[in-house]
C-alpha cells in the first residue's frame, strides 16, 4: 500500500510539468499576457549588449526531463510572465540537463530608451 501512495505521487510530480520561477530585476510597465515576444540571442559580455538591452527579469523552468528551449509548452509558460514584465524580448540565459533533470532560465529583455538627437551627457 505505501509503495503504491509513492509510485502515484511520484507520477503526479512528473506529470504536472515544469516547476516555473520568475525574479524581477527591474519595475516596467505589464503588456498584455499575448505580447509579441522576439526571440533574441545574445551575448551578455560583449559591451553593446548593455547599450542595447535592458534585463527586466528571468523566468526559470525546472523539470525531471529534458527541455526544449523552443517548444510550444515552455512558450506558453513563459510568455505571460515574460509579458506581464513588459518585456519585448526573451534570450535563453541557460539551458543545462543532467540525470536529475533540466533547468532553462530565459531572461526578459527591453531595449534601452536611446537618448533624444541633439543632446548630450554630461
Known sequence: MKLAVVIAVGL???ASGPRVTETRMVQSPPLPAGCKLELVTVDITAMSFNQTWEVLGYVS????TAQDAAAEGNRALVRPRA???GG???????????QGGSGLVYMV???KPTAPSG???F
Do not use: E
Not at 61 to 64: A, G, M, P, R, V
Open 61 to 64: 523552468l525546472l523539470d525531471s
Open 88 to 98: 519585448t524580448a526573451i534570450a535563453v540565459a541557460m539551458n543545462s540537463a543532467s
Open 83 to 85: 509579458c506581464a514584465m
Open 109 to 111: 529583455l527591453h531595449p
Open 12 to 14: 503526479l510530480g512528473c
Open 119 to 121: 543632446t548630450s551627457t
